[in-house]
């Protein structure tokens, strides 16, 4: 089994065990006062179907795992590669035009300042606190053959990543929490020490794997792909102590096992998951259904440009071209 399956498929079994735990002691609560809607029926103009097309390939199949994709300013894809350990561009052609080394790499993002920002140790074993490995780099897009150099560290498993309007990085970490940083590289303890942590329960962290991560609307939307509800989290950036529910993505009572997601211009959400379902939600309502059906995705990037164009990242190593169906 490639690397990364065996690492993606070791922290899935950490959170079926937990999730059966749970279960059996019926110790699994909600937040109340964030009840999730109902999915939305399959007529909804909220639901209209999306189309996909490959838009660049992969090579291997699983060896090629595409974790996460972002854009740089000048229109570039780039995509993170766990097994070959390598972040890779893309131009406007699909033709690979730059490969930066970097050791089992999590979510790639465009910074604030215009440079990539891209986690590193996106591994299980960092869940073991002695052996905390995961670190932020950064580099370059710009140039012809970039160099990742450490940005910030002493992350377990890090996973989602994204930023505010101040240029704090936001960082789902699987290990445990979700972490703010500063521009300047240090972690913002404070903020941090109060954001939910794994199997809070009270706070609807029903088991936890915090994965996907994005910043919109003053607060944090965070995955937990380890959830037994398929949860997705809201943390207001200017109070981490107050996390409610956003959404809960189950088909027939089954977890969709949430993974990474974009924000659209609504302030409505694209979330990939890992049962292969591009899933459409309204954080507000909790509202939520599947555009999408095919291989199990990893993340989502809107194009440059474009609201209802979509690059979504694949188990399989394929990156899609996902077309959005007219809303009207």
């Known amino acids: 089994m490639p690397a990364r399956g065996f690492h993606r498929s070791a922290a899935r079994a950490v959170g079926v065990s937990a999730l059966a735990t749970a279960l059996m002691a019926g110790t699994v609560t909600s937040v109340a006062s964030a009840a999730p809607q109902a ?8 639901c209209a179907p999306a189309t996909a097309s490959v ?17 740089d300013d000048a229109g570039n894809l780039w995509v993170s590669r766990m097994a070959s350990g390598a972040v890779e561009r893309f131009d406007a052609d699909g033709e690979r035009t730059a490969t930066v080394p ?13 440079m990539m920002y891209v986690l590193a140790g996106n591994n299980p074993i960092g869940m073991i606190p002695d052996l905390r490995q995961g670190r932020i780099l950064r580099f370059d897009p710009d140039v012809a053959d970039p160099v990742a150099k450490e940005f910030a560290r002493g992350f377990g498993m890090p996973n989602g990543l994204d930023f505010d309007a101040d240029g704090n990085a936001y960082l789902a970490d699987t290990a445990g929490s979700v972490v ?3 521009p ?4 913002d303890t ?3 020490s109060r954001a939910p942590k794994n199997f809070q329960l009270d706070r609807g962290v ?3 794997g915090f994965d996907g991560l994005v910043v919109t609307d003053g607060a944090v939307y965070v995955s937990l792909i380890q959830s037994v509800s398929g949860r997705i989290l809201r943390i207001p950036l200017d109070d981490p102590g107050g996390a409610t529910v956003a959404a809960d993505l189950t088909v027939a009572g089954i977890p969709l096992l949430p993974d990474d997601m974009a924000a659209a211009p609504d302030g409505t959400l694209y979330v990939a998951t890992a049962s292969g379902r591009l899933v459409h939600v309204d954080p507000a309502s909790g509202e939520h259904c599947s555009v999408l059906s095919g291989q199990p995705m990893t993340a989502v990037s809107f194009m440059p440009g ?6 979504v990242s694949t188990e399989l190593g394929d990156v899609l071209h996902v077309r959005l169906g007219e809303a009207g």
């Open 206 to 208: 029903n088991v936890g």
């Open 102 to 114: 970097v050791d089992m790499p999590g979510a790639v993002r465009r910074g604030p300042d215009g």
């Open 184 to 187: 300047d590289g240090t972690v």
């Open 55 to 71: 838009l660049v390939g992969h090579r291997v199949p699983l060896l090629d795992w595409t974790e996460n994709l972002a854009y």
């Open 39 to 46: 999915p939305q029926p399959a007529t909804s103009p909220f």
């Open 190 to 192: 404070q903020w941090s």
């Open 180 to 182: 703010k940083v500063r």
């Open 306 to 311: 474009s609201d209802s164009d979509l690059a």
